[in-house]
DNA sequence: TCCTAACTTTGTACGGCGTACGGAGAATAA
DNA sequence: TTATTCTCCGTACGCCGTACAAAGTTAGGA
């Protein structure tokens, strides 16, 4: 009935085992371990980007041959839905504080922090990575958050996508100009000074009036085309004032003492 | 002093030339044009995702020998910036209503659409591609549905990476399921049957009262793990509940005939 | 008119990728 | 001891982007 279950889980779950592991293995013992592999790649990944880790690559960096990888893990996708368990997993999960804001706003920090310390996890696609141990303690403490408000169990799971969706939009659009810098090696800044006349020159005859205004605003605020920092900080406090408003109102609406009428 | 312009400026700006272009040219005449190379490309990205967008295969689809694509775009990763200008161009930027809410709304739909009309989009990195005439206009169009509300030049900036960021992350999660169904042939409902019992099983000994909840709740009602288009109301709804919010706050503290005190 | 320079199209080739396959040697189970 | 099972790795295949140069086509200048 039953499909056979997908072989990268288990080893998702090692750490996690019911106890059924220390069963002794007839070959000869493995120089490293899979953990030593993985945190190699997920090393390789924030310094270089996803793109940079190939089965060559993290081999010649841990001393081993390229095939040599295929005994710790089955595949370079499965290696990847490993490296996300297990960056999510080095980030400890902090005490969630009393006031409702601040915890809100904590959910979408750790998440923000998380994704610029590897911000290869926004290009991780293709997988069904969220169903770690790390990724489904984080979920569950996303959960507790989010849980107190007054908010029935779909809303509370929405809510989390849209702290963490926006937390993670922020720094993809950052890393986007990062590796425009990185790969081309020019900064943003270079190359718009470089570039400013020709397009100038391009975009003549076009007109844009709020686009010009504003652009010119935010580039002399903060010396670049936005900030990402500010970006989160406004967009966090627009976003907690929604769903706290969303809260009380629905908790009123619920609440079966109505104040008055 | 300045640079050599990005030789793809031109090419991005090519229809918005200054008139300079008619200049025969002394080869024979190219049997496509640019515009139809960044068409093919995009249909190929959108039916199999921009992986499948191989100098080799495009040229394949053309009728033409691969280098010869190199006529027309000098790179991949060019090709790929053309790409997104041009799909962004094929969306027309609809009128904007008086209303602020429904304005703002539109903003994030439209953005919405495109990237699930266009889900590479959300994996296009290492690129400058927001320079292209369409994100101009975009931009330019973006900013006027936010203009009026009584915010400041980088508010209305920060609004718009908001709704935008907000609406491209929805895509983005929803992207990442499909993904992972389409390339291991098995969709999201069936891994869940066949493996549900086995994560069951490496479950044990851990307990998630708040995911176990929410999740068997959110699966019911959506029967699946989650329902992007419920999550963009939601959000939108919240989201824009504090822009307002926000935005009628600033202007009643900006105005100089305070009403009263 | 013909020559020449510029341009398109293309074949070949190089170095990189993921990984299938099979062989050699080591460690455990029998 | 022997058989089995595991690790490690060399080789090879079919992909990728694209550098390079040859061959064919066209327009401008003589």
Redesign the pocket.
């Known amino acids: 009935m039953t499909r056979d279950p997908d072989p990268s889980l288990r080893l998702l779950w090692r750490h996690a085992a019911p106890g059924q592991e220390p069963?002794?293995?007839?070959?000869?013992?493995?120089?490293?371990s899979v953990d030593e592999v993985v945190d190699a790649a997920i090393g390789l990944a924030d310094a270089e980007g996803l793109d940079?880790?190939?089965?060559?690559?993290?081999?010649g960096r841990l001393?081993?041959?390229?095939?040599?990888?295929?005994?710790?893990v089955?595949?370079?996708?499965d290696?990847i839905v490993l490296m996300v368990d297990q960056a999510l997993g080095r980030t400890h999960l902090p005490e969630l504080p009393d006031d409702a804001r601040l915890r809100l706003e904590l959910v979408a920090r750790v998440q923000h922090d998380d994704c610029r310390a590897h911000p290869w996890l926004l290009d991780v696609t293709g997988v069904r990575a969220w169903l770690g141990p790390h990724a489904a303690d984080r979920y569950e403490w996303q959960l507790a958050a989010v849980d107190g408000l007054g908010l029935g169990d779909i809303e509370m799971d929405q809510t989390v996508a849209l702290l963490v969706g926006f937390a993670g939009s922020i720094v993809h659009a950052e890393h986007r100009v990062r590796r425009a810098e990185q790969e081309s090696g020019v900064s943003d800044r270079e190359w718009w000074d470089a570039n400013a006349p020709a397009l100038g020159e391009l975009m003549a005859g076009r007109s844009y009036p709020l686009a010009g205004r504003v652009g010119l605003t935010v580039g002399e605020a903060y010396q670049a085309a936005g900030s990402p920092e500010r970006e989160l900080e406004f967009g966090l406090a627009r976003i907690i004032d929604g769903v706290l408003a969303h809260a009380s109102r629905a908790s009123a609406d619920q609440s079966p003492p109505a104040p008055e009428r």
């Open positions: 069963q002794r293995r007839r070959g000869p013992k493995q120089r490293l940079a880790v190939t089965m060559r690559g993290l081999a001393g081993l041959a390229p095939m040599t990888l295929y005994t710790y089955p595949s370079r996708q290696l």
